[in-house]
């Protein structure tokens, strides 16, 4: 738990925190939010602040604007951490709060991280919020729906932080150039390109920019009249790999499967490949991509090309074998196969309707003739009569119906055209005509 006075500043501090935007004027993005007549700012304005939640990836000034929030309606900003604190600690500070109400102070608590509260954690709030005693602000890179209980999430407006653009995240580095609390005291040569260079390796990510920054600029060269010189050279040392915004166990990795899956289904080799790379190179397990491409190869392309899910198992095998980063390629392989083979949903269709039958309709015993009989009395109970052996005909089919009595003449799967699957359509077809013809002989 942290209560302390706004925007400290020390040039011992790191540079993201030394540049922390002070007011609105200063905070950059977020214009569908904090934009002229847009409702967040009327409600600073206004200083008509309730509950919220901000919801949004690392760096885009969630805790930032918490902070403002608290500066422009006069409110104590106490900033707690739900890393650290637990009922205890929560029941302590809800108290001061309501304390404080009675002297006329408001009180803006600020709840980093909301989603790692449990529901016990997050329910302790909830008697405050409701009457007023403070005016929780969380933060979370998770999705709220998920994440936080509803009946906390019900008592709190929602709103949806984006990731920063480059001209964004430029302004930043640019302000922090020039800025006294950055390197405004010091004189810093850099190309704009490079600094475009450092705005688009951050990711939307302004913490990240600015950190760079600092590390570069710190570690550049400085000439006898005591200019900083900073070259494309010195930026590349500095930066490692970029860390990818992806959670393995967030909303980020079923959004980028997700993109794989519909790239894939969409015929986007290209697109498939990136989302694959943006996956890896993020550290995701390559063997659940592989099992995705399985699920893929026959969920999406079925019988239209029978080779797809040989594919797919084949790849999975060799990225058991070999393992990252070397099985990058056989991904890359599957997926660019999975894209461009032809497109067919008709066997998940197929189950999916068969399905809906199997849960909904009367659980009707299995048809006498299409019963084993391997003893006497199933035998004697007609198990097994009227059983027609189809290798017994010359065409090798029969009459024989093998579904239950109430859904006999239901269709399930309905092959299309696309790629080999033409060919089953036309057996099918074949299959259906001779039945029809032969059944009443």
Known sequence: MEQASLFDESKYEPLAYRMRPRNLSEFVGQEHLIGNGKILKKMIESDNVSSMIFWGPPGVGKTTLARIIAHETKSDFINFSAVTSGIKEIKKVMEDADNNKRLGIKTILFVDEIHRFNKAQQDAFLPFVEKGAIVLIGATTENPSFEINNALLSRCRTFVLKELSVENILTLLKRAITDKRGFGKSKVEIAEDDLK?????????????????????????????????????????????????????????????????????????????????????????????????????????????????????????????????????????????????????????????????????????????????????????????????????????????????????????????????????????????????????
């Open 197 to 441: 260079f450092i705005a688009t390796f951050a990711s939307g990510d302004a913490r990240s920019a600015l950190t760079t920054l600092d590390m570069i600029i710190t570690n550049s060269d400085i000439d006898k009249e005591g200019v900083i010189h900073v070259t494309r050279e010195n930026i590349e040392e500095c930066l490692t790999k970029k860390t990818l915004l992806y959670d393995k166990d967030g909303e980020e990795h079923y959004n980028i499967i997700s993109a794989l899956h519909k790239s894939m289904r969409n015929s986007d080799p290209d697109a498939a490949v990136y989302w694959l790379a943006r996956m890896l190179e993020a550290g995701e397990e390559p063997l659940y991509i592989a099992r995705r491409i399985v699920r893929f190869a026959s969920e999406d392309i079925g019988l239209a090309d029978t080779n797809a899910l040989n594919v797919a198992v084949n790849v999975y095998q060799a990225c058991h074998f070999i393992g990252m980063p070397e099985c990058n390629v056989h991904l890359t392989e599957a997926v660019i196969y999975m894209s461009i083979a032809p497109k067919s949903n008709a066997c998940d269709v197929a189950y999916m309707n068969a399905c809906r039958d199997a849960l909904n309709t009367i659980a009707e015993p299995v048809p006498l003739q299409i019963r084993n009989a391997p003893t006497k009395l199933m035998q004697n109970l007609n198990y097994g009569k009227g059983y027609k052996y189809a290798h017994d005909y010359e065409d090798k089919l029969t009459t024989m119906d093998c579904l239950p009595p109430s859904l006999i003449g239901k269709t399930y799967y309905q092959p299309t055209t696309q790629g080999n699957e033409i060919k089953f359509k036309q057996r099918l077809e074949q299959i259906k005509e001779w039945k029809k013809n032969h059944k009443n002989t």
